[in-house]
């Protein structure tokens, strides 16, 4: 072939020994080869790499672009889940779809210079807020499409059985192009009804699920039995995932086991939500506060559960805290739940290989044919990256780079100069 669009030159690869050069044209991967000194593949833009890693854009399964950004404007985290709960449903009533657009952007536009170029937003539908916040986020994907693929999932978080005119809004919402629905059965007067509800709507539009789900800290009465029961009975294996279910973590060996077969043989996914989940869990405890975080890299290095961390909540009454970052995310993961760099490689594919999976995002990943949608980090391998939380330096979506930031470097004085007199 002549002149490829672009070429990275000089990029480590995860498991993959030497530097490697990737050519891409037409918005996607033709050939990755081992690097050659000299001219090599010919290229209109040369980005050197220099030895830094590369690796597929990061995949944020579960996010709430809605109800970012709120410090300003709603508290009470301190009340815990139901806390949390009520001061958004307070705040939401004021909600403007201007509103709305520009936090989005606020918290979007992090989690891009972070490096994720694929994201699940869940947003609130219902009578308090109608579809002021659904229609923010829609714009949000149109505009930023240049740098992230935004998928829209639109949700009842304050009950749907017992919420009258909510399941009308979600339709509407659905119909609009919303691409997948949720639930939020642990605040419905009815979970079982609700979890059934989902299912026939789902089955009757051809709609993955995505749910919030057991979201406490005692092992008993886990409604994950029902979704794997829903999901087996209406063939929806592999198009299902839930989120938080913090019961994991309480749960002895045998229940945890008994529960990862049921999420294996029913192809239901999980996602850790590690900020939020620290945050909320275990307010009640005055000392030796469990960590309240789904253990997903079990589920999925032992049972073969499909899983993934994500942010969640950033700057609200969720998680009065966040930049963006999934490689954070990732290490906090990592470190809250003592896992060793033996399986630091596991972690980074909780927020790539494997979100993107649950997503179900087509030829995800870096080979020949694949999207051009990857990053540049500042690190020489994996087991750096996650360790040492390395700048972003690039990011590139469908081969055109969405941003650069070079990396701080010390601005040291001549020998034998002071400082302060440079």
């Known amino acids: 072939m002549g002149q490829y669009d672009l070429l ?16 891409v044209t037409a918005g996607r991967i033709a050939v990755i080869k081992p690097h050659t000194a000299g001219p090599g593949i010919a290229a209109r833009v040369v980005e050197e790499a220099g030895g830094r890693l590369v690796m ?73 807020v109608g579809l002021r916040s659904f229609e923010a986020i829609l714009e949000l994907k149109r505009r930023y499409a240049f740098a992230v693929d935004l998928s829209v999932c639109v949700f009842p978080q304050e009950g749907l059985t017992n919420d009258p005119g909510t399941e009308a809004l979600l339709m509407q919402a659905l119909d609009a192009g919303a691409d997948l629905l949720g639930g939020c059965p642990y605040t419905d007067t009815d979970p079982q ?36 029961r829903q999901a ?15 019961k994991l973590s309480s749960m002895d060996e045998g229940a945890f086991s008994q529960a990862g077969t049921a999420l294996a043989d029913a192809g239901v996914a999980v996602t850790a939500l590690p900020a939020t989940d620290l945050y909320l869990n275990g ?44 490689l954070r995310m990732a290490q906090l ?18 927020i790539t290989r494997l979100p993107a999976q649950l997503m179900r995002l087509e030829g ?23 360790a040492e939380l390395p700048t972003v330096v690039s ?3 469908n081969g055109r780079r969405s941003f650069r930031c070079d990396p701080a470097t010390l601005d040291v004085p001549p020998e034998g100069v002071p400082a302060f007199n440079r």
Not at 63 to 85: E, N, R, T, W, Y
Request: aromatic content about 6%.
């Open 333 to 350: 993961y990592a470190n809250v739940m003592h896992v060793g760099p033996d399986d630091f490689e596991l972690c980074l594919d909780l």
């Open 8 to 23: 990275v030159r000089g990029a480590a690869l995860r498991g993959q020994p030497g530097r490697h050069d990737i050519a």
């Open 56 to 128: 597929p854009g990061f995949v944020d399964s579960h996010v709430h672009l809605d109800k970012s950004c709120l410090m300003g404007c709603a508290c009470g985290g301190a009340g815990g889940l139901k806390g949390a709960i009520a001061a958004v449903s307070a705040a939401k009533r004021g909600f403007t779809t201007d509103d709305v657009y520009a936090r989005g952007a606020r918290t979007l536009e992090k989690a891009i210079l972070k490096g994720t170029t694929h994201m699940r937003t869940h947003v609130e539908v219902d009578p308090r």
């Open 193 to 228: 009804a609700q979890i059934e509800r989902l299912f026939a709507i789902a089955v009757e539009r051809d709609l993955d699920l995505d749910i919030h789900l057991d979201f406490d800290l005692d092992p008993e009465g886990a409604l994950l039995f029902d979704i794997c």
């Open 395 to 397: 990011a590139y979506k």
């Open 283 to 326: 307010r009640d405890r005055g000392f030796d506060v469990p960590r309240g975080i789904a253990p997903v890299h079990r589920l999925h290095a032992e049972q073969g559960v499909l899983a993934s961390l994500a942010t969640n909540n950033v700057l609200n009454p969720f998680t009065p805290f966040g930049d963006g970052s999934l």
């Open 364 to 386: 995800y990943g870096l080979h020949a044919g694949s999207p051009a949608d990857f990053v540049i980090l500042d690190a020489p391998d994996a087991i750096s990256a996650l």
């Open 232 to 246: 087996t009975r209406h063939a929806w294996q592999g198009r299902v995932a839930i989120g938080h279910v913090t």
